[in-house]
């Protein structure tokens, strides 16, 4: 019946709960599982998030911290088992969030923390220099927080350098192929992964062209052909050559070069040309023929000049004709056979092409054989050259030129003209040099010269000149720019001139010589008082200006090395250098009154000054002309003596003294002299200085002067007399009497007859006065004062340096620092020094186990054995050296009492030694954190204490009326001791000490352990009704899951089924 009615209640509640839970849509949702980022689609920016299915969830909500605005992938409503987010910050941090959800219900949350990847390097490039058919330097910004970087590449066969471990920003890529698109890119890697990438799509170059090979046929003296393989894949080839500038562009395998220098070296160059640019260079040298092969075909001109190397007469086999050669006969072989240059040295000829002559007859001339031509051919001849070198020389100025050219072979006179002519006719002369006059400034000249023969006359060789400009005007040196060493000087701009050339000197010497662009300038470096010649021409590309010219004198000097040679505190000697055309110097000098004074020599004393006084000196250079720049200099006189003078008060002796004076302004220290006669100084940063080891009863003489950055003051003397030596070997014996005695001894002084006792206070002290002998008595000092004593020799007016004594009758000092227990039966006593009257130290302890102790006097610790009893009092006290008092200090030793739990209530008992005078005290014992406190103003008290509790220590024990006023420490734990047990009272002599518990007791200690109680039973019922609620939830629980997922509870008794 019994199990029945158990089944029956079971059904029924899985049948409530059931109800309830599909009413109200309550599902119990598990937590997600599994819920991470997956590693592999972790990038910068997205990551995808993956975690186990929760049965019975509708959907699932994810949130995010930090929160970003951008983030999608995130929020409700996401069905599937994982969402990719994106929009998130690259190398970040986030907290995901993730709750199931079915209704209203929610499961608890899970959390995964993932942080993005690094992003991608920004400004990757290709270093375009590294760029070539098979390799690339890749470089990059570098990434905050990246460990290092990977390279990938498509197509990535064969390429070198792409290692996953890369640490720098660049990287070079090698085994490359050649005119391929090539992708490449660079991720940034950390602890993460692969951060973002950047690619870069690049195409290598082509190979420099192959077999470059010279094209004999086109290798003249002023042509070079070369050809060579072809490249696939190129664009077109770019060929360069040295000695020119040029690029040239083919789209064949071959080129011919023109126009070239003939017997000259070029090293031809020829690269491909692709999408990805130029390839680098495959290089041939060439020489191209010596100006010995040329020809008059090879050149289109009517009429034209060679210059001819030397040794052409080794080059004959073409050369047909007479006097006039066939054009494809060479010229150089042609100019010797008909006399116009000489084979040894070459030289310059005309060529002037002709109509076809008919037939050209062959001959030997100058060692050179000609051939016959017998049918007609385009011909040509030579004739008288123009002059060469044709060139203005020197220095091109406003009104001429010199011109100078090479002389021409077979020329006999030369014939200069001049245009525009200003009205002069040809000049005919045999030189190659010519200096052309009379012409007009800024004016563009040109300049014919022809060569001359009998018979015939050349083309005319001409120069292009422009003459120079004309002289500035309004050249002036303005007044107010003059001085001893410069002056500006200005000018007019003249239209055309580059700059301007400026110069200043004497008869003797150049000081200023100066090119500028502006239309003024300072000239510096001059000598004050001389007088300068000035000269100003404008310049340009043609040449030197037509000069303009001016005289100036400067202005005086102003005195230079102005100094102090010697100064005192009311004087100074004023030195400087000589200034060149001055007659005179103008003084003046301030302050108190402005004075002035006029010398002609470089120098001068200033006297009748104020010490320690600042003077500003100005000195001005004179003549009959005008006055210089004022020189001015700050200097301070010397330090005055140091005034007031004296000993201070107190401080003279038979052997020592302080002198002191007035502080001297601006003094930086002093110096002392002990007697004239002393060569020892006392330097003193102080207005005052202590004088020892002086000779007593003596007059000393002291100087004392002043010393600053300027030197020493003014010394001041001072005067004074030692006083007489005072008693040596003073002996003090004390005399134990009534009232302390002092009996003074001391040795006699030579020449002292008479010696004076004093004290203070003196009342009731007798002995003290006028004492012929060496001795004295002295007695009536009473207890607790201090008498000061002292001792002096006299001789008529007289008297010597005081013998000082103390006597204290006052109670000595001594205070208890602290005692501890150190063993289970030992402990020890510190206290604080004791002052210098006490003789000894006695310890008491009025217990029946210690002894008193004398102590000594410097021990300042005792170690004593731990008496049996649970507590005793000790005392300190010191004894002076005149009169003994005891001074007490007590300390009270208190063992930590632990209650058995088989005692139910007890009482513990407290008592202690009063403090003198007593005073409050303050009791506290602590159990399990609480502190029961307690004061009381007599020296025991009662506690009541609870059983089956532990009172671990006593925190402390306040005496109050302790001497230091100090709270005493209590020893650590003990077990022990007898509850209820009455310790004896030590006796303390005249007095009784008795304990009444009774009276001391309260009752707070029960109020107390009644509130515990009944706390104690409160939480007991709360405890049982907490867990039969928690039961009957477990038993709710189990049900709703089993309806939840339709699997009957209890199948076999048929209960939920």
């Keep these: 019946m019994a199990n029945f009615n158990f089944r029956y209640f079971v059904f029924l ?61 995130i929020g409700r409503n996401i069905i599937n088992p994982y969402t990719l987010v994106e929009g998130l910050k690259p190398d970040t941090e986030y907290q995901f969030t993730l709750f199931a959800v079915h209704d209203t219900s929610q499961s608890n949350p899970t959390v995964t923390v993932q942080q993005t990847a690094l992003p991608a390097p920004k400004h990757a490039s290709v270093v375009q220099d590294s760029l070539t058919h098979n390799s690339m330097t890749i470089r990059w910004a570098d990434v905050p927080g990246r460990s290092a970087y990977r390279i990938t590449t498509q197509p990535s066969l064969g390429v070198l350098g792409t290692e996953s471990n890369i640490y720098g920003q660049e990287r070079t890529l090698e085994g490359l192929s050649a005119n391929t698109q090539y992708t490449i890119t660079v991720f940034a890697v950390n602890w993460v992964g692969d951060g ?52 040239q562009t083919t789209d064949d395998t071959y080129i011919e070069l023109r126009d070239l220098k003939p017997d000259t070296v070029y090293t031809v160059n020829v690269a491909t040309n692709n999408i990805a640019g130029q390839s680098s260079f495959q290089s041939l040298t060439i020489r191209t023929l010596s100006e010995c092969y040329l020809s008059a075909k090879d050149f289109v001109e009517t009429s034209f000049s060679i210059t001819c190397p030397a040794h052409c007469s080794r080059v004959q086999s073409l050369l047909y004709g007479t006097g006039e050669y ?19 040295v070459g030289g310059y000829v005309m060529v002037t092409k002709k109509d076809k002559t008919m037939f050209f007859v062959g001959s030997t001339r100058n060692g050179i054989t000609s051939k016959t031509f017998q049918y007609p051919h385009q011909s040509f001849v030579f ?34 003209s001049v245009l525009p002519n200003e009205g002069g006719s040809d000049i005919l002369r045999p030189e190659t040099k010519v200096v052309i006059t009379n012409l007009k400034p800024n004016v563009t000249y040109t300049v014919y010269v022809s060569a001359t023969s009998s018979d015939e006359s050349s083309e005319a060789a001409k120069v292009t000149q422009t003459t120079g400009l004309p002289a500035p005007t309004r050249v002036q040196v303005p007044q107010y720019s003059i001085n001893s060493t410069s002056f500006n000087i200005d000018w007019q701009h003249v239209v055309g001139a580059d700059s301007y050339v400026v110069t200043v000197k004497t008869d003797l010497k150049i000081y200023f010589d100066q090119e500028t662009k502006n239309n003024s300038i300072t000239a510096k470096g001059l000598i ?71 010398v002609t020599e470089p120098f001068y004393w200033l006297k009748n000054l104020t010490s320690n006084t600042e003077f500003t000196i ?233 002894q008193n102790h004398v102590i000594g006097f410097n021990k300042k610790e005792i170690f004593l054995q731990k008496p049996q009893l649970n507590m005793f009092q000790l005392q300190l006290y010191a004894v ?129 352990m009644k509130k515990e109680a009944s706390s104690q039973t409160w939480i007991i019922i709360v405890i049982v009704v907490g867990i039969v609620i928690v039961l009957f939830i477990i038993i709710c629980a189990a049900c709703v899951w089993e309806t939840c997922w339709r699997k009957p509870l209890l199948r076999s008794s048929g209960c939920c089924g």
């Design 383 to 416: 004739g008288l050259q123009p002059p060469q070198n044709l060139t203005i020389t020197g220095t091109v100025k406003h009104n001429e030129m010199v011109v100078k050219w090479s002389p021409v072979r077979g020329a006999a006179m030369y014939r200069i």
């Design 618 to 850: 100005n000195i001005v250079a004179s003549n009959s002309l005008n006055d210089s720049k004022p020189v001015m200099l700050k200097q301070r006189t010397g330090l005055g003596p140091p005034v007031e003078i004296g000993i201070f008060p107190g401080t003279l002796t038979h052997s020592s003294a302080e002198i002191m004076w007035k502080e001297l302004h601006d003094a930086t220290n002093y110096v002392v002299i002990v007697n004239s006669q002393s060569n020892q100084k006392i330097f003193v940063n102080e207005t005052k200085v202590t004088l020892q080891e002086l000779k007593p009863d003596s007059n000393h003489t002291i100087v004392v002067f002043g010393q600053n950055d300027i030197g020493d003051g003014v010394k001041a003397f001072f005067q004074f007399t030692t006083l007489l030596s005072p008693p040596q070997n003073v002996r003090v014996e004390h005399i134990q009497s009534l009232s302390p005695t002092l009996k003074i001894y001391w040795d006699k002084v030579n020449g002292i007859s008479l010696y004076s006792l004093s004290c203070e206070p003196s009342t009731n002290i007798s002995g003290i006065g006028n004492h012929s002998t060496h001795s004295a008595t002295l007695s009536g000092f009473t207890a607790g004062h201090v008498y000061n004593i002292s001792l002096v020799a006299l001789s008529g007016s007289k008297f010597s340096s005081n013998v000082p004594y103390t006597l204290d009758t006052s109670k000595p000092d001594i205070s208890l620092v602290a005692g501890s227990i150190i063993t289970s039966n030992q402990f020890v006593i510190f206290w604080s020094s004791i002052n210098y009257r006490t003789t000894k130290v006695v310890l008491l302890s009025n217990t029946y186990t210690l």
């Design 528 to 598: 004050g008082g001389t007088l300068y010649n000035i000269s100003v021409y404008a310049m340009n590309k043609n040449g030197i200006g037509q000069a303009m010219l001016l005289q100036q004198y400067t202005a005086l000097s102003a005195p230079s090395d102005l100094a102090v040679a010697t100064i005192t505190s009311e004087s100074m000697k004023l030195v400087w250098s000589k200034v060149y055309g001055a007659t005179a110097y103008k003084l003046s000098f301030s302050p108190c009154c402005h004075r002035e004074q006029v």
């Design 13 to 73: 509640v899985c049948i409530c709960g059931y109800l309830f839970e599909e009413s109200l849509g309550l599902v119990d949702l598990q937590a997600p599982k599994n819920f991470q980022a997956d590693p592999n689609r972790v990038r910068d920016v997205s990551l995808l998030l993956t975690w186990s299915p929760v049965r019975k969830a509708s959907f699932y909500k994810i949130q995010i911290k930090p929160p970003t605005p951008s983030a999608s992938g």
């Design 196 to 247: 973002a990438g950047i690619t870069i799509i690049q195409t290598t170059k082509l190979p420099p062209p192959q077999d470059l090979k010279l094209v004999r046929a086109m290798l003249s003296s002023k042509t070079i052909g070369v050809q060579w393989s072809k490249v696939p894949g190129a664009y077109n080839y770019m060929v360069t050559y040295s000695h020119s500038s040029s690029t």
């Design 880 to 1008: 002076p050296k005149i009169i003994e008092s005891e001074v007490s200090v007590q300390l009270i030793l208190q063992h930590t009492i632990t209650i058995d739990e088989s005692v139910k209530d007890n009482n513990l008992n407290f008592f202690w030694y009063p403090a003198f005078p007593p005073n409050n005290f303050e009791l506290i014992l602590s159990s399990n954190g609480a502190d029961h406190a307690k004061m009381f103003n007599k020296s025991r008290a009662t506690l009541s204490l609870q059983g089956n509790r532990q009172y671990q220590k006593v925190i402390s024990v306040n005496v109050f009326g302790q001497p230091n006023g100090m709270s005493l420490p209590i020893p650590s734990s003990f077990q022990g001791g007898n509850f209820g047990e009455v310790l004896p009272t030590p006796e303390k002599p005249g007095k009784e000490s008795t304990i009444d518990y009774e009276k001391n007791r309260t009752n707070e200690d029960d109020e107390k």
């Design 326 to 344: 066939t054009t494809d006969s060479y010229i150089c072989i042609a100019a010797i056979h008909d006399g116009h240059i000489d084979s040894s």
